[in-house]
């Protein structure tokens, strides 16, 4: 069964680095989403994207954070100079249209030092 | 704003009984999906059901239900016969109509053997 993959597993960077989540979404699929989960706290929503643009972002998505599908399978998401409270679990998730199901998958968990 | 309460951080049961978890939202679209997700200790996020808000029908997946009163604006998740590998954290999400997930800040389901 095709399934949603993330890499890397967990990142560990320092404070002010940039770092870059990779998300490979299920083939025919065309929504794309990012969420986070800082630990013990509830998953938030931080964009969205739809036809190769961003169609929704949250209050978090600020200027650091961008979104990109370089090559039309990966889908990827750039923290430009990262922050402590940027440590979380990242999830992908991505659907094939518009009255299904989110599809996620297994999340990086990023760890900010 | 919309919003997804759920008011019991924990909930146990003994295995091969049913438990409850509940979960209320908030919202002024009159269309809009309704979803439960386990998350096992591997984070892995994994869609239990789905309720179409249109439908009057409970979903239903094997020992999984649902008992979705749209007027009340609840949406609880009945979990029958209740077994070791179902003890996870449990979110109920609302998806709007711009596609993106609001989530409740989950319950966690502990069996006992």
């Known amino acids: 069964e095709p399934e949603v993959t993330q890499t890397p597993s967990h990142q560990v960077t320092q404070m002010g680095q940039e770092v870059i989540l990779r998300c490979v979404p299920i083939s025919n699929h065309l929504y794309f989403y990012w969420y986070r989960q800082i630990l013990g706290q509830k998953v938030e929503f931080l964009v969205s994207?739809?036809?190769?643009?961003?169609?929704?972002k949250s209050e978090i998505f600020d200027d650091q954070f961008s979104v990109e599908r370089p090559d039309g399978s990966n889908f990827t998401l750039k923290i430009r100079s990262t922050k402590l409270e940027d440590s979380a679990m990242y999830f992908c998730?991505?659907?094939?249209?518009?009255?299904?199901?989110?599809?996620f998958g297994p999340g990086t968990r990023l760890t900010v030092t | 704003a919309q919003t997804v309460t759920q008011s019991q951080p924990e909930m146990s049961v003994q295995e091969a009984e049913t438990v409850t978890l509940s979960c209320t939202y908030d919202t002024s679209e009159s269309d809009y999906y309704l979803f439960w997700y386990k998350q096992p200790p591997s984070r892995q996020m994994i869609l239990v059901i789905r309720q179409e808000a249109y439908k009057q029908q409970n979903a239903t997946e094997n020992r999984f239900s649902v008992n979705f009163q749209k007027a009340a604006k609840s949406f609880s998740l009945k979990i029958s016969d209740s077994q070791l590998g179902d003890a996870a954290m449990y979110f109920c999400a609302l998806e709007d109509s711009n596609y993106q997930l609001i989530w409740g800040a989950g319950t966690k389901l502990i069996i006992k053997p």
């Open positions: 998730a991505s659907k094939p249209s518009s009255s299904y199901e989110q599809y």
């Open positions: 994207f739809y036809n190769n643009e961003i169609s929704e």
